[in-house]
């Protein structure tokens, strides 16, 4: 599966973005996706993911109730939208995908390139 994020920018804080990744290759509605990001000098962290149907969903205690990830499997893309956003959002964020919702939350198979999120106060 080949992966590339967009949607990145900067915003101030309470505003919203939304992300978008593009998947090829492997039949996109067979995996589960995911998004991970990371803020400078700390670690890569998850975020959200979303099972192959697009009925479960799983969020990260720090974006539950701002956050929603969702998938067209029709266009073969996955979204955040992320509204309330807050500094500490800042980061890269990263789409990421894998055959199961638990693999693509511990270990992701597949990595798109990331996308610069920047929340200012």
């Known amino acids: 599966v080949q992966l590339q994020a967009s949607g990145g920018g900067m915003v101030q804080a309470g505003g919203s973005l939304r992300l978008a990744c593009a998947a090829s290759g492997r039949t996109f509605n067979t995996v589960a996706m995911g998004w991970f990001r990371q803020a400078p000098g700390k670690e890569r962290e998850f975020v959200a993911a979303?099972?192959?149907?697009?009925?479960?969903?799983v969020y990260a205690d720090s974006v539950k109730g701002r956050f929603a990830i969702s998938r067209d499997n029709a266009k073969n893309t996955l979204y955040l939208q992320m509204n309330s956003l807050k500094p500490e959002d800042t980061a890269v964020y990263y789409c990421a995908a894998h055959t199961t919702l638990s693999a693509v939350q511990s270990r992701p198979q597949y990595w798109g390139q990331g996308t610069q999120v920047t929340v200012s106060s």
């Open positions: 979303i099972g192959w149907s697009g009925t479960t969903t």
